[in-house]
């Protein structure tokens, strides 16, 4: 194999991965609107941990646990983010 063809596959991987946050993120934009009208908090603490809980089991590396945890973190962020800003204007 060359780099190139690895290149390429690293970039079908990167919009295969785009196309997954995107549609994570419209799921959690629709939790913020169940959360909104049960008066519930945009953080959910245990949730997250279960999710990093989860993640770690299930990693079958190479990558670290600490660095699937890191990755998850910033993905739950900015999906906390896009909630807070989604239903502050709704």
């Known amino acids: 194999m060359t780099i190139d063809h690895y290149r390429a596959e690293i970039d079908r991987l990167d919009r295969e991965l ?3 946050f995107n549609a994570r993120a419209t799921l959690a ?3 913020g609107e ?3 009208t049960r008066g519930l908090p945009v953080y ?6 279960r999710i990093f809980e989860a993640m770690t089991a ?5 990558l670290e ?3 699937i945890v890191r990755l998850f973190e910033r993905v739950i962020d900015e999906s906390r ?4 800003i989604h239903t502050r204007g709704t």
């Open 18 to 20: 785009l196309r997954i």
């Open 29 to 31: 934009l629709q939790i």
């Open 34 to 36: 169940i959360k909104k």
């Open 44 to 49: 959910d603490p245990d949730r997250e941990r």
């Open 58 to 62: 299930d990693n079958p590396g190479p």
């Open 65 to 67: 646990n600490d660095a």
């Open 81 to 84: 983010r896009l909630e807070r």
